[in-house]
């Protein structure tokens, strides 16, 4: 399958960043690492594996995506005020560097946005704070409030709480969302949500599907058997909801 390795100066978190794209045409897929991964792992893993036939039948272009969760939710040596201000440094240098690029390489219109773990809420709050650009959603294992202590799973802002960490929290801000074209918007997407019935995450998908259901904004909830928290099951996943 066709491979392209991607590398350069990112002005946004005035950093190199590096990416991987797998596949030459088809609907664009913004993958992101899970917690504290790199943009190779989805590779090493055989995920990208899994999507193989799509991938060389020109269906699905996949763009995966570095991180920045040691510098940001994850970065226990700053305070819980820069780590948000981080992640949203790295929300801008995927929407303004990495989706400009992808729109460079690939006319498509469709433009999906998927990841497993913390990828997972980095994929769904993304699309659900900018529905515009993206047709599609699927968070796999993931936990969609991270200020919420799950199991031995931390809340990553230390109790920190202002208007950017509220409106980055899908479980916190689609609560409260009444604006009927926004609405409208998020019910375009194609939602999909899949976890585990034994994860640590489990209440929390069970929390974003109520939200979502009490706002009429349509969506698919999947519970797997087991933990479903790695990567033998993500890609059986990829194949079914991708």
Same mark, same amino acid.
């Given at each position: 399958?066709?491979?392209?390795?991607?590398?350069?100066?990112?002005?946004? +978190?005035?950093?190199?960043?590096?990416?991987?794209?797998?596949?030459?045409?088809?609907?664009?897929?913004?993958?992101?690492?899970?917690?504290?991964?790199?943009?190779?792992?989805? =590779?090493?893993?055989?995920?990208? =594996?899994?999507?193989?036939?799509?991938?060389?039948?020109?269906?699905?272009?996949?763009?995966? $995506?570095?991180?920045?969760?040691?510098?940001?939710?994850?970065?226990?040596? =700053?305070?819980? @005020?820069y780590r948000i201000y981080r992640h949203i440094q790295?929300?801008?240098?995927? #929407? =303004?560097?990495? *989706?400009?690029?992808?729109?460079?390489?690939?006319?498509?219109?469709?433009?999906?946005?998927? @990841? /497993?773990?913390?990828?997972?809420?980095?994929?769904?709050? #993304?699309?659900?704070?900018?529905?515009? +650009?993206?047709?599609?959603? $699927?968070?796999?294992? @993931?936990?969609?409030?991270?200020?919420k202590s799950e199991g031995y799973f931390d809340d990553? +802002?230390?109790?920190?709480?202002?208007?950017?960490?509220?409106?980055?929290?899908?479980?916190?801000?689609?609560?409260?969302?009444?604006?009927? $074209? *926004?609405?409208?918007?998020?019910?375009?997407?194609? !939602? !999909? +949500?899949a976890v585990g019935k034994e994860d640590t995450f489990?209440?929390?998908?069970?929390?974003?599907?109520?939200?979502?259901?009490?706002?009429? !904004?349509?969506?698919?909830?999947? !519970?797997?058997?087991?933990?479903?928290?790695?990567? /033998?099951?993500?890609?059986?996943? $990829?194949?079914?909801?991708?």
């Open positions: 399958m066709k491979r392209e390795y991607h590398k350069w100066y990112s002005p946004n +978190l005035e950093k190199e960043m590096e990416l991987l794209v797998f596949g030459y045409e088809g609907a664009k897929v913004l993958f992101f690492p899970p917690r504290m991964g790199r943009f190779f792992d989805y =590779e090493n893993w055989k995920v990208i =594996e899994a999507l193989k036939n799509k991938l060389e039948n020109g269906e699905l272009q996949v763009y995966c $995506v570095d991180s920045v969760d040691l510098e940001s939710f994850y970065n226990v040596f =700053e305070d819980p @005020g790295y929300e801008n240098y995927v #929407i =303004e560097e990495v *989706l400009a690029l992808a729109n460079l390489i690939n006319p498509n219109v469709n433009v999906i946005s998927a @990841g /497993c773990s913390l990828g997972a809420y980095h994929a769904v709050n #993304i699309a659900m704070r900018h529905p515009d +650009l993206f047709c599609k959603v $699927v968070g796999m294992s @993931g936990r969609y409030d991270l200020t990553l +802002l230390s109790g920190f709480h202002n208007d950017f960490v509220y409106f980055n929290m899908p479980n916190q801000f689609l609560k409260n969302i009444t604006d009927p $074209v *926004l609405i409208e918007k998020l019910n375009k997407l194609d !939602i !999909i +949500l489990l209440k929390s998908n069970y929390n974003l599907s109520a939200i979502l259901n009490e706002k009429g !904004i349509s969506h698919q909830l999947f !519970i797997w058997d087991d933990e479903a928290h790695k990567a /033998c099951y993500w890609r059986k996943m $990829v194949e079914i909801y991708f």
